[in-house]
Structure formats: C-alpha cells, structure tokens
C-alpha cells in the first residue's frame, strides 16, 4: 500500500476508489485539447490540488466518438482488467471501485458497472470563476480607479489570507486586467475568507457576500460522505434557489453598464454546473 508521510492514503482491506476525469479547451473550430485525468478519491480533500490529479492522456484533434473511443482503448482494456480487483506485488487482493464525471465524452469508456458522478470540483471551480469574474469586473466599471488604487488593495488583502501569489497584470484589452489562476484549495480560501463587501458596497455587495457564502455552502455539502434523502431534496432547493439569486436583477444599477452578476450570459453559463449537482 502507498502511504503519504506517516498517514496512510489507505489501509489493509480499503477499497482503492479511482475517479477519472476530463477538460477540455477549443483551440480552433476544427480541434480541440483535452485532457483525461485520474485522481484518488481515498485521498479525500486533498484531490483538490492539482498535483493530485494525475494525466493519463492529452487528447487533441475533433471531439467525435469515434475518434475518443480509440484514443482511450488502452484505457479501456487496463481499466476493464483492474475493475474487479486485482493482486499487487505482495499477492494482496485489492478491490477497486471506477467513477467517472459525468460527461459525455465517458461514452466512450463502455465499462460495466461503472459509476457516473458529478464532478464536484470541476463544478466549483467552474463557477467561483464566475463570481470571481463578476466581482472583479464590477470594480473595472472605473478602470483608472482599479489600476490606481483598488488592485493593490485588492492584492492586499489577498496576500493577508495568504495568497501571497495573486495579483493583477493588464490584459490585451486595455479597458480589463487578468489575475493570477488559482487552485481549488486557494479557490475555496477565497470564498471563505475574503471580505466582499470592503470593496463593493450596498445591496449589490450583500448580495455578492450571500452568493459567495451559499455556494460555499453547497459546496461543503457535496463533500460530505453521508447524505440523506433529506437533506438531498434539501439540496436541490437551496441549489434552485442560489441560481434565481443569482440571476435576480438588484435595485441598484451602474451609469457604466449593468451588474456583471446580472448578465444573462453569465447566468446561462452557470446553471448547467448546478443543475449537474441537483440531478
């Protein structure tokens, strides 16, 4: 068995539980780069970091069945014989459990007794990239005021909940600034720690405050081990519910241009990454 400084990752008679994932970026109309991982699911929180996520195949050409199929037939076949078990090198019987997110490139992985799960992680790091996007643009309305005062403030307090890293550089548009890329565990650092409302004020940033807060919530909700029929019906309120907040015009609007969490686009863009979670 694999052990990670003194704690084990698992023990004698554990389950090795493998999760396979993918991303994918549109390079051209006519190919796209994706990437198929696999992660240890028995290492619990710390999948989160992306040096836990190990590649198993850089996918680039047209996203067709056909062609996924047999890019991922070697995957395939050593999947299919690991899949009920197998011996390692001290002849111990171990048993493997396969999930798999649920998307529909794993059409391709036709194995049986397979399970399709959402991708809790790929779901909150997809949209904390929307509210991180909607509050930085927010401040961007009065772009000069951004550059000359509230980036470095900004900055400040991200390096105070020890993101030392972040920062803003001037992007190709010269009306917008990009930031530094963040993790899932620097993600959720954010989210729990940073203090909106110093930045954004009034109804706009309560409301920024509560999104960041609940979808935390929800968040950590996915992560539990056990959950009831209960508290799921539960969860799928809260969840619908997160969404018409989000997508919810406020009563305050700016002379510059409307609230970025009120774009339709933005809301369009979401809603298929909750409604995974919900179903």
């Known amino acids: 068995m694999d052990y990670k400084g003194s704690s084990p990752i698992f023990v004698f008679e554990d389950t090795i539980k493998l999760k396979l994932g993918e991303d994918g970026h549109i390079v ?64 111990v019987i171990c048993t493997v459990e396969l999930f798999f997110s649920d998307d529909w490139k794993f059409m391709a992985l036709n194995i049986t007794g397979n399970k399709k799960v959402p991708n809790e992680l790929h779901v909150m790091l997809q949209i904390t990239d929307i509210l991180f996007r909607c509050f ?40 917008k600034y990009n930031w530094t890329m963040l993790n899932g565990t620097e993600k959720l650092n954010v989210l729990e720690n940073f203090e909106v409302f110093k930045f954004v004020s009034g109804e706009r940033g309560k409301k920024m405050e509560f999104l960041w807060y609940k979808f935390l919530c929800l968040y950590l909700f996915l992560r539990q081990d056990h959950i009831t029929n209960e508290e799921i019906d539960s969860f799928e309120q809260a969840a619908k519910s997160w969404i018409l907040k989000f997508c919810e015009p406020t009563a305050e609007k700016s002379n510059r241009s409307a609230n970025p969490a009120e774009r339709p686009s933005e809301g369009d863009f979401l809603a298929p990454y909750i409604s995974t979670t919900v179903h």
């Open 28 to 91: 051209t109309n006519q190919y796209s780069h994706v990437i198929f991982t696999v992660c240890l699911l028995n290492e619990k929180d710390e999948v989160l970091k992306s040096s836990n996520q190990y590649c198993i195949l850089l996918y680039i050409e047209k996203e067709k069945y056909e062609y996924l199929s047999l890019a991922v037939s070697q995957i395939i076949n050593e999947l299919d014989e690991i899949k009920d078990g197998f011996k390692d090198c001290d002849d």
């Open 136 to 175: 930085f643009y927010q401040l961007m309305e009065d772009i000069n005021q951004f550059k000359k005062s509230i980036s470095i403030l900004i900055e400040q307090e991200m390096h105070q909940i020890g993101l030392t890293h972040f920062q803003f550089y001037e992007s190709k548009t010269k009306s």
